[in-house]
């Protein structure tokens, strides 16, 4: 006999992508339709400009043989959107969702995704609208706090880790007349992504010779100096660059007014690692080479964690679980059991404790002014990135 339905449910995925954000809406997916106890599954396309829109798909009618793909492929399936809800728009939803009757939400998404989240909550809450709210955790920049870590950093991590190892051989071939080579990676105010870098380092010749966090003011004089330090041991330097730097009087090379500013109020600056690129050109005499992959480190399919995958796969189901359960206003985290070998459940955080907050990297991770990781880092970061990286050799008397 069929199970009574509970009440229709909305999936949507919002921010910036992730190698495996499509995981946790297969998991979600596939285990909603496994309890039967949701009425109709509808994805909002867009995100929450779809929910507004009611622009809404049944994504239990969807080929059953499509989910596997759909699992593996980058970018957000149902399609992305960066919107703070308005005080206004805040009631327009809760409208919508109550003229579909929909009685869950599930929101896979970072910090801004959790804020949305839970001012729905809230205000369903006030309401006395019967609205089950579960976000599910997604974020390259790993900066959610209340998680161990965040679906989608270990992907992308590996990708720096490889990029960087790559990067840095062919630095390495063409010092003669490239000396310097600074890639810029993501990870908005967290050094996060930027440390993952030296996943792939096994000796001080390998890249990267310098990394720059957020989390600490740059020095240029220092940059300058460490770079010409390992120029001179190695003939070459790499150095690795956060999106977002600081320097003594603000934004790192940045004019005073940033170039954006998005909905949620985070500033959007000139390159720092272009800035530094001239800095170095100008000092070497020189030509600098800047990598910049942008959205591709968020993207690229072949370099997919097997660890991040399958635990994006379990924050979805999961959030199918806890919703049932009758859990709101709550994200989903991934908690590290604290034996080896590696081991990873599920457990709840209160939303409020998520919303529009960051968790930076911590001090302990990083070992001195060079900003290279400490091996503490190493512990709590390899699992997380999957098959062991490869190892690159050296021809003697190079």
């Given at each position: 006999m069929a199970r009574r339905s509970k009440g229709n449910v909305v999936v949507l995925q919002s921010g910036g992508p992730t190698p495996v954000i499509n995981q946790s809406l297969t998991g979600f997916v596939r285990e909603a339709l496994d309890q039967g106890s949701f009425g109709t599954i509808y994805g909002a396309v867009?995100?929450?400009?779809?929910?507004?829109?009611?622009?809404?798909i049944d994504l239990g009618r969807q080929p059953r043989r499509l989910w596997p793909s759909i699992a593996r492929a980058p970018g957000a399936a149902l399609g992305s959107a960066r919107r703070k809800l308005g005080p206004g728009e805040i009631g327009e939803a809760l409208d919508v969702l109550k003229q579909t009757e929909v009685r869950f939400l599930i929101s896979i998404g970072g910090n801004d995704s959790a804020e949305n989240a839970h001012l729905l909550a809230e205000a369903a809450s006030a309401r006395h609208h019967p609205l089950t709210v579960v976000a599910v955790p997604k974020t390259v920049d790993n900066d959610l706090p209340e998680t161990d870590h965040c679906p989608g950093y270990g992907s992308a991590a590996r990708f720096i880790a490889l990029a960087t190892m790559g990067a840095g051989r062919d630095a390495e071939a063409l010092r003669r007349s490239v000396p310097v080579t600074v890639l810029e990676v993501m990870g908005r105010n967290a050094g996060w992504l930027p440390v993952a870098a030296a996943l792939g380092k096994r000796d001080e010749r390998d890249a990267p010779h310098l990394i720059l966090t957020p989390e600490t003011?740059?020095?240029?004089?220092?940059?300058?100096?460490?770079?010409?330090?390992?120029?001179?041991?190695?003939?070459?330097?790499?150095?690795?660059?956060?999106?977002?730097?600081?320097?003594?009087?603000?934004?790192?090379?940045?004019?005073?007014?940033?170039?954006?500013?998005?909905?949620?109020?985070?500033?959007?600056?000139?390159?720092?690692?272009?800035?530094?690129?001239?800095?170095?050109?100008?000092?070497?005499?020189?030509?600098?080479?800047?990598?910049?992959?942008?959205?591709?480190?968020?993207?690229?399919?072949?370099?997919?964690?097997?660890?991040?995958?399958?635990?994006?796969?379990?924050?979805?189901?999961?959030?199918?679980?806890?919703?049932?359960?009758?859990?709101?206003?709550?994200?989903?985290t991934l908690v590290r059991e604290p034996d080896a070998p590696y081991r990873c459940g599920t457990g709840l955080a209160p939303l409020e404790a998520v919303a529009g907050k960051e968790r930076l990297l911590p001090p302990a991770f990083v070992t001195d002014e060079s900003g290279l990781p400490s091996p503490e880092f190493h512990r709590y970061a390899m699992p997380l990135i999957g098959a062991p990286l490869p190892r690159l050799g050296r021809l003697r008397g190079t």
């Open positions: 867009h995100g929450m400009d779809g929910l507004l829109e009611r622009r809404f003011e740059v020095d240029e004089n220092r940059v300058v100096s460490m770079a010409d330090e390992a120029v001179r041991r190695w003939g070459f330097a790499v150095v690795v660059v956060s999106e977002n730097l600081k320097g003594p009087d603000g934004p790192l090379g940045a004019a005073a007014e940033p170039e954006h500013v998005d909905e949620f109020g985070h500033a959007y600056h000139a390159s720092p690692g272009r800035y530094l690129a001239s800095l170095l050109t100008r000092h070497f005499k020189a030509r600098v080479r800047l990598e910049s992959p942008n959205a591709i480190q968020r993207s690229f399919p072949t370099c997919v964690s097997s660890t991040d995958a399958a635990e994006a796969y379990l924050a979805g189901q999961a959030a199918a679980r806890y919703a049932l359960a009758g859990h709101t206003d709550c994200m989903v």
